[in-house]
């Protein structure tokens, strides 16, 4: 039974994580209906860049804003490269393979100029050795805190869209863009928003996945991003707590797969 349990709350904060992937997916549904499914070579791109500017001296909380501004910045050019092209024709499903190939490309940057082979990823806020006793249980404190900070930007994430003037307006581009655009909602803003707020996303992702497993490496994210795609489905496209129901069974159902049939999940 502890081990069930002990599986079980590390499921709970895995899947917390797939469910900000989710929720990336699920801003960029909202505005355009598309996925982007480079996200995975985002939360890639953002844990290496944590790891070179912290190479280079920058404090660790620098170096985490400076990668979030980047990848940020990578979800204007994909919007604007990618998926807005594809859109000018009507019905086309070309934005999935622009995606993806925009994912092959960062993953070949990256294999570029940081190798092929997996990089150690700094500890930010605790170190694999620090626990907490719950319920008898040790707890990793990375776990709790990817947790926390996961659940806290969700909620914040739904708070925004239902209680905030830009919220509604998200969610009057998401019914009737056509609509919105004829009463005055700047629609290409709130699209572009959308992809910038994904990205981030996808990048505080990518943080706390690498803090788990201690190194990141050009083909990390791939994986994670199928997850989030699943919770994704799994919880609705385009609910917010959908998203964390979805990330949080997926969690727990991969952490018990490994744990009692294949150590390899």
Do not use: H
């Not at 024709?89 to 993806?100: A, D, F, K, R």
């Not at 082979?117 to 806020?125: D, G, K, N, R, V």
């Not at 795609?229 to 129901?245: K, N």
Request: net charge neutral.
């Amino acid at each position: 039974m502890e081990f069930f349990l002990s599986l079980t709350l590390a499921g709970i904060s895995v899947g917390s994580v797939y469910a900000l992937i989710a929720l990336g997916l699920n801003l960029t549904f909202w505005t355009t209906r598309t996925l982007n499914f480079g996200q995975g070579s985002l939360m890639m791109l953002c844990a290496m860049v944590v790891v070179f500017l912290s190479a280079q001296g920058w404090p660790m909380a620098l170096g985490v804003l400076g990668s979030l501004t980047i990848v940020g910045a990578s979800g204007v050019l994909i919007e604007r490269f990618t998926i807005r092209p594809a859109l000018r024709s009507s019905g086309s499903m070309g934005w999935v393979v622009s995606t993806l190939g925009v994912g092959i490309f960062l993953q070949g940057v990256a294999a570029k100029f940081f190798g092929s082979q997996a990089i150690a990823f700094p500890e930010i806020l605790f170190t694999s050795q620090d626990f907490v006793i719950i319920f008898g249980l040790y707890v990793s404190l990375q776990y709790l805190v990817i947790f926390c900070l996961s659940l806290g930007l969700i909620v914040l994430l739904e708070l925004f869209v239902r209680r905030t003037v830009w919220g509604q307006a998200v969610r009057a581009v998401s019914l009737d863009p056509e609509l919105s655009l004829a009463q005055g909602i700047p629609v290409r803003l709130i699209v572009i928003g959308s992809f910038i707020a994904s990205s981030i996303l996808a990048g505080i992702a990518g943080i706390l996945v690498a803090q788990i497993g201690g190194t990141v490496d050009p083909a990390f994210g791939f994986d994670l991003v199928l997850f989030g795609f699943v919770a994704a489905v799994l919880g609705g496209m385009g609910s917010s707590f959908g998203a964390l129901v979805g990330g949080v069974v997926v969690g727990i159902i991969s952490k018990l797969v490994g744990g009692y049939i294949s150590t390899a999940a």
